[in-house]
């Protein structure tokens, strides 16, 4: 264990890759990174992580029926 912040916040998704193994290839695991990371930090800074993924892929709102 360590109190390093940004160590403990990769600890779940580290567990994750190596239980299900679905991320072979070093691009696979550079996307999975990328997104979490971004996840992370919109909910850390109180940002609607969706709304936050909707605005850069440039996507229209979805409904929801």
């Known amino acids: 264990s ?3 912040r940004a160590e403990r ?3 779940e998704q ?3 890759r190596k ?3 679905t991320l072979r290839s070093a691009e696979g695991v550079q ?3 990328t997104i979490t990371t ?6 850390r800074r109180g940002l609607d992580p969706p709304e936050q993924l909707q605005s ?7 409904s929801s029926g």
Do not use: C, D, Q, Y
């Open 2 to 4: 360590t109190n390093n």
């Open 9 to 11: 916040a990769l600890r």
């Open 14 to 16: 580290v567990v994750l």
């Open 19 to 21: 239980m299900f193994r």
């Open 31 to 33: 996307i999975h990174e």
């Open 38 to 43: 971004m996840l992370a930090t919109w909910k």
């Open 56 to 62: 850069i892929l440039g996507g229209e709102e979805l």
